[in-house]
């Protein structure tokens, strides 16, 4: 099964998906918000080489947690993004994902202004890998 993974911010949007096999995730590219969210020609092109029968997207929740202001906003962008699609949603926790992301492309050796467009496409195929891993490669909770 093939899965998409958004990261969504407010200007950006990290995309990541899944090999063919639905076991290994990888960066895709970073749109900006209103691409994604007007679902423009250059979302639809990456839905079509994809063809992802999932979309996972990172929830930011608090450090304790709990849902927050950001968190709800991002949900309901991603429900919108999801039913556009037509295709099935599910969230996971991406506390710490940018960080992570950028500490990867630090130890690469990009510069804080040349990794600014790569970071949410690395945080979102990071919460896509462990989402894959909390499902065991079978690509959803029914799987």
Do not use: Y
């Given at each position: 099964m093939r899965v998409l993974a958004l990261d969504i911010g407010?200007?950006?949007i990290g995309i990541?998906?899944?090999d063919a096999s639905g076991?290994?995730?990888?960066p895709v590219r970073v749109l900006s918000?209103?691409?994604?969210l007007g679902q423009?020609?250059?979302?639809?092109?990456?839905?079509?080489?994809y063809e992802p029968e999932l979309l996972v997207c990172g929830c930011p929740k608090t450090l304790s947690g709990t849902d927050g202001p950001q968190s709800r906003r991002v949900m309901g962008q991603a429900r919108t993004i999801a039913q556009a699609c037509g295709l099935p949603l599910e969230f996971v926790d991406e506390r710490l994902s940018s960080a992570e992301a950028?500490?990867?492309l630090r130890q690469e050796g990009y510069s804080e202004k040349s990794m600014r467009g790569r970071v949410d496409m690395v945080a979102?195929?990071?919460f896509l890998q462990t989402w894959?891993?909390?499902?065991?490669?079978?690509?959803?909770?029914?799987?």
């Open positions: 407010e200007v950006r990541a998906a899944t076991t290994i995730a990888c918000a209103s691409e994604v423009a020609k250059s979302f639809r092109r990456i839905l079509e080489d950028k500490r990867i979102a195929s990071l894959l891993d909390m499902h065991d490669g079978k690509g959803g909770s029914d799987g």
